[in-house]
């Protein structure tokens, strides 16, 4: 038998892709499942992925729990668990639109759910953490269940196969969203599996990322002090639960979680302003065990926005483009001209310059 | 000429036709297909729209004109022949090149002209109207770059660590340079006399292609980066 993805390591090559309205305006999956066509040299049919971002307006009081099941008992079980700690308003098998370009699919199924006011009051803690920790804990424990999207008013869509076909399998084309992100995945010595495809996230945070992380190994044993279980060995895993950890649990901002993950070098920090230089250096001392090396291009999704990175090297392309209201991040421009023709401002962030894009508060 | 729509054509495929004209085409509509005029030593390709990774790589004595932006790895190792960029481009552009010449218009991403090299009557010239990423001629081992700074972006005219592992060639960065880091292992002097004297044909090709002033242009300042000869890389790598 075949290992399972996370038995194994896996480095990636990959591309990204993006796109975000400053006006909350929603957008079908058409643009970014076509951003994805040009760039197909980037992925080798063993993973695409896309998250988009307020999705489920009906249900948007709700956390959005999409699973991979193996079979029915296995979903039996992980229900049974959902049911001790959730209401469970609603519950489906995600639709699917069966194409030969994509095979051997798990059982995918979405729930929407509140937890139990008993369970948070019971465990003390907020429904944010309640949730990441359940996630976590399926993950790790339920054989057979893997939780690969647990925020409000978002979902990510993944499986193994190309990433445009990966969007006409999960017919992105019927949902809106204002803002999507995509992956087309490139992993170099793999089995491929469906949960090992991107985007990876944790509640509403989610990570498209191009690279390989050299540093993996040092991050996953800063992380997992902190009750985070990376069970898939893929670098992406790390940066998802690293983004929840320096954002929702220590306060970050998203400029000092950039400039943790992808901390200047200390030649560069002594050449800034004295006030500057001292935060540079105590988030660079403080959090140490998070500095990301290794080439990476990503895109941080979260409520209300997008952020870019590059590492410091910049050693993947990242371009951004703008048309109007909308903002356009990809690997290649190709990407950006595919969803929009006459994009303008098109540039190239320098490595580990955040480009964040937020959506106009109370549009979202 | 043959007019090619690359719409919906794969790379492999686009670089068929283009080998079939001899080169002498127009391409309309490209979007990202790769590889564009690879290897090919004669004709003129026109390239509309956006043009893949590795634009002009291997080149040996065609020429390609962009009207528009190129991505990564423009003139790839190319050897003879002419890229010409109404734009910009992205990272790596002339890596590895060790002859013929690119002309941008616009910027340049990062590690521009990385490990460039010269051979024999071979003198690769990468000439940017902008500004460029850091790690500009990176490992540069031969060849010129040029940087004219004509951005209006107020940006610097390169990033961080320009030229470093440098070993041969030369860089012009048309700026003071007063702010700049350069590595121990290279000289930084303010260009003289002779070194406009190199330069000019350059310059006078990029207001040929692109418009400006030439002698505004040459007017400078411009910094010359060099290695330094008495404090060569050497063992390196082995003891010998």
């Not at chain 1, 309205?21 to 499942?33: F, L, P, T």
């Not at chain 1, 279980?229 to 954002?247: G, P, R």
């Not at chain 2, 218009?105 to 051979?119: E, L, P």
């Amino acid at each position: 038998m075949r290992p399972l993805e996370g038995q194994v390591r896996i480095p990636s090559g990959c591309a990204i892709s993006a796109v975000i309205s400053r006006e909350g305006r929603c957008m079908s999956g058409e643009g970014i499942v076509a951003s994805m066509v040009p760039m197909r040299e980037r992925s080798n049919g063993l993973g695409g992925g896309f998250a988009g971002y307020g999705i489920y307006p009906d249900y948007r009081e709700f956390f959005a729990i999409h699973i991979f099941f193996d079979d029915n008992s296995c979903r039996e079980t992980c229900e049974a668990f959902l049911k001790e700690r959730f209401d469970l308003v609603w519950a489906e098998e995600i639709p699917v639109r069966k194409i030969p370009e994509i095979t051997d699919e798990p059982l995918i199924w979405r729930y929407f759910a509140a937890p139990l006011q008993s369970a948070l009051r019971d465990m003390q803690v907020d429904e944010d953490t309640f949730v990441a920790r359940s996630v976590l804990k399926i993950n790790v424990a339920l054989k057979g269940c893997y939780v690969f999207s647990s925020g409000k008013n978002m979902g990510v869509f993944k499986a193994a196969g190309y990433p445009e076909d990966v969007g006409r399998f999960y017919r992105l084309e019927e949902y809106e969203a204002y803002a999507w992100t995509a992956h087309g995945r490139y992993p170099t010595n793999t089995p491929g599996w469906w949960g090992g495809a991107h985007p990876f996230g944790l509640l509403d945070y989610t990570v498209v990322h191009n690279g390989e992380i050299s540093s993996y190994d040092a991050n996953r044993r800063f992380i997992e002090m902190y009750g985070y279980t990376c069970t898939l060995q893929t670098d992406t895993e790390v940066m998802a639960y690293i983004a929840d950890y320096l954002l929702r649990r220590q306060g970050l901002t998203l400029e000092e979680l950039a400039s943790v993950i992808a901390a200047p070098f200390w030649s560069t920090i002594g050449t800034k302003p004295e006030r500057e230089k001292r935060q540079l250096s105590y988030l660079r001392a403080m959090f140490s065990g998070l500095l990301l090396t290794g080439p990476f291009s990503i895109v941080l999704g979260f409520t209300g926005g997008l952020m870019a990175l590059n590492d410091r090297l910049k050693l993947r392309s990242m371009v951004v483009g703008e048309k109007n209201d909308l903002v356009f991040i990809a690997s290649e421009e190709a990407a950006i001209r595919a969803m929009e023709p006459e994009a303008e401002h098109i540039w190239a962030p320098a490595g580990g310059e955040p480009v964040i894009v937020r959506v106009r508060e109370g549009a979202y | 000429m043959l007019h090619i729509n690359a719409s919906g054509l794969e790379a492999a495929a686009l670089n068929e036709t283009v080998r079939r004209g001899r080169g002498d085409c127009e391409i309309t509509e490209c979007l990202g297909q790769r590889f564009i005029g690879a290897g090919l030593d004669r004709g003129h390709i026109a390239v509309r729209g956006i043009p893949g990774n590795a634009l002009g790589a291997y080149l040996s004595g065609a020429s390609i004109e962009v009207f528009g932006n190129a991505q990564d790895a423009v003139g790839d190792t190319m050897d003879a022949g002419t890229i010409v960029v109404h734009g910009s481009i992205g990272d790596a552009a002339g890596y590895a090149m060790r002859g013929g010449a690119i002309y941008v218009r616009d910027s340049a991403g990062y590690r521009a002209g990385v490990h460039m090299k010269a051979y024999e009557e071979k003198l690769p010239v990468l000439v940017i109207g902008g500004r460029v990423g850091s790690f500009l001629g990176e490992y540069q081992a031969g060849g010129i770059i040029l940087v004219l700074g004509l951005h209006t972006d107020g940006k610097p005219i390169t990033g961080y660590f320009p030229c470093t592992g440098m070993h041969g060639g030369k860089v012009f960065l048309r700026s003071p340079c007063k702010d700049l880091r350069f590595p121990g292992k290279v000289t930084a002097r303010e260009a003289g006399g002779e070194d406009l004297e190199e330069i000019r044909p350059y310059v006078a090709e990029y207001c040929r292609l692109f418009g400006g002033d030439c002698a505004e242009i040459l007017a400078g300042p411009f910094t010359c980066i060099t290695p330094d000869s008495s404090d060569p890389y050497r063992q390196l790598y082995v003891a010998n």
